[in-house]
């Protein structure tokens, strides 16, 4: 049996969506909201639902549930690890950060729980997940509506560019690694995933140019790209009613795609899937068209 976490996200929604299309596959939703008819309680801030809800779990696909503070999330993906081995779960695949991500502030979680799991009794895949199409799309959406007015796109980017990935994409990859794996430990058989960690970057890489030349074509005018300092940044942030580890974890992320950091690694995202990775520009002119269209 398949348990997936984190359902109600998009990550885990996704995944479970593409596990449950399997002929022959016993797969399980798991979430906060689960009453134990359609979907099993798994809350990583109470262990007591993690020894029940991972009773009879094969192969658990832990979505990372990283939106709280850094100790809090240790907590929560240490108690993930300690009632997997208690239940006698098989094969853990966690949803971590590619490895571009290492400076990041929301790096350290990641790679402790990477760290936390290799130590448990049972097999482990790391899909190193890169960053979601979702931020170009969110800084493209924010931005139509100003760029529409002044002819400038701003964006605390520099010059950097970040190699993005469809959530589809890293969906699709993770239900093949679970079913592979789900099929494997059924012919009794480790899973050919095993002690895998895999690069799971986009292939596209934007930066703010490119979501200005976007942003030119849906709007019908010329647009050009200004960059924000982190100072102008961070006393935005201030305001915007985030929590304070989120202001810290974006000017973070900000920060390292300045310094030009994310850009030009290696990835496994086009050897796992199927088809070509879905192409980001697309997704951003997509996201910025009602905009568009209301200016
Ligand atoms: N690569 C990237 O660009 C990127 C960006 C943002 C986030 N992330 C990370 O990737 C994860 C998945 O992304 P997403 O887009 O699916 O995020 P999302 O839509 O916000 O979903 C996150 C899900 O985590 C689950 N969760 C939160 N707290 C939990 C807890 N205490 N116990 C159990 N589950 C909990 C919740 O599912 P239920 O409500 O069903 O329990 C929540 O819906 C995030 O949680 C975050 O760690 C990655």
Redesign the pocket.
């Known amino acids: 049996m398949i348990l997936v976490?984190?359902?109600?996200?998009?990550?885990?929604?996704l995944i479970l969506e593409g596990l449950s299309a399997f002929d022959g596959l016993e797969v399980v939703a798991?979430?906060?909201?689960g009453d134990g008819t359609t979907a099993r309680r798994?809350?990583?801030?109470a262990p007591a639902t993690l020894a029940e809800g991972f009773q009879g779990v094969d192969v658990l696909v832990f979505?990372?549930?990283?939106?709280?503070e850094d100790d809090v999330v240790l907590a929560?993906h240490g108690a993930v690890a300690d009632a997997a081995a208690a239940a006698g779960v098989r094969h853990v695949i966690y949803?971590s950060?590619a490895g571009s991500g290492d400076f990041m502030s929301i790096a350290l979680p990641h790679r402790w729980t990477e760290a936390r799991l290799a130590k448990g009794p049972f097999d482990v895949t790391i899909l190193r997940?890169?960053?979601?199409t979702?931020?170009p799309v969110g800084l493209a959406v924010m931005g139509a509506g100003p760029a529409a007015d002044s002819g400038v796109f701003a964006a605390p980017l520099g010059s950097g560019r970040v190699p993005v990935v469809a959530?589809e994409d890293l969906a699709d990859v993770a239900v093949r690694i679970a079913a592979e794996t789900e099929r494997d430990l059924a012919a009794d058989h480790r899973s050919r995933h095993a002690g895998k960690t895999y690069e799971l970057e986009g292939v596209s890489a934007i930066g703010g140019d490119d979501i200005a030349a976007i942003l030119t074509t849906a709007l019908g005018r010329p647009v050009d790209y200004q960059t924000v300092s982190l100072s102008d940044t961070r006393a935005l942030l201030a305001g915007s009613g985030l929590e304070p580890y989120q202001i810290g974890h974006t000017l973070s992320l900000f920060s390292n795609i300045k310094a030009g950091v994310l850009e030009g690694h290696d990835t496994d995202l086009t050897t796992l899937l199927a088809a070509d990775p879905r192409p980001a520009r697309e997704a951003i002119a997509q996201a910025v068209q009602p905009v568009a269209a209301a200016s």
């Open positions: 976490t984190g359902v109600s996200g998009g990550l885990g929604g798991g979430t906060r909201a798994i809350d990583f801030d979505v990372s549930a990283g939106f709280a929560r949803t950060l997940n890169g960053l979601y979702d931020l959530k």
